[in-house]
């Protein structure tokens, strides 16, 4: 139950970034077509303009009931912190989403407390090649962003089974820009 649950937050927040994205392209034709450089885009650079912003503030609240305020911009860069300042920030879905695949894998407690987990050694946690595999197959699944294919995934795989790799360091890749 918890893992679809979890699933389903990681899609949801990268179905409103894919909103954002149509948003932004009605208003900017430089807006990027690939969802993983939009991700990473500067909010500025595709929307200077105060009346772009307000258009795409109406746009992002008439498809997804979510509202975008001027401060809002002004406390985010990227699209991608913008999204995580209006809607509910991706670093915490993909924490739930990593402990859920390592709660299956029978290698952490249902009960323990995310922080808790976060602490803990990547290497530990995913410490069989078939749970690792798992863990980027669920990743590849749910985020767009996350490497799509082996080769892609070979400097992930080496970050976690890393000695020194925590699971906070993990969860900070996936989202990083």
């Not at 772009?52 to 498809?63: E, G, P, S, T, Y």
């Not at 809607?87 to 299956?104: T, W």
């Not at 249902?110 to 595999?133: G, H, I, M, W, Y």
């Amino acid at each position: 139950m918890g893992m679809d649950l979890e699933l389903v937050s990681v899609k949801r927040w990268f179905s409103r970034l894919q909103s954002m994205q149509r948003c932004a392209a009605n208003i900017n034709n430089d807006t990027p077509g690939a969802l993983t450089d939009f991700y990473r885009a500067k909010h500025a650079d595709i929307l200077p303009k105060p009346e772009q912003r307000n258009n795409f503030a109406f746009c992002m609240f008439r498809n997804t009931a979510i509202s975008v305020t001027d401060q809002d911009f002004t406390g985010a860069s990227s699209f991608h912190e913008l999204l995580d300042e209006v809607h509910r920030s991706l670093r915490i879905a993909v924490r739930g989403l990593i402990r859920a695949v390592a709660i299956d894998a029978g290698s952490v407690p249902q009960n323990e407390d995310p922080q808790a987990f976060e602490n803990r050694n990547s290497k530990d946690v995913f410490d069989t090649d078939t749970k690792l595999q798992s863990l980027c197959d669920t990743l590849t699944s749910a985020m767009p962003i996350f490497p799509q294919d082996a080769a892609g995934q070979q400097p992930f795989k080496a970050l976690v089974k890393e000695g020194t790799t925590t699971v906070k360091d993990v969860i900070d890749q996936t989202v990083s820009e």
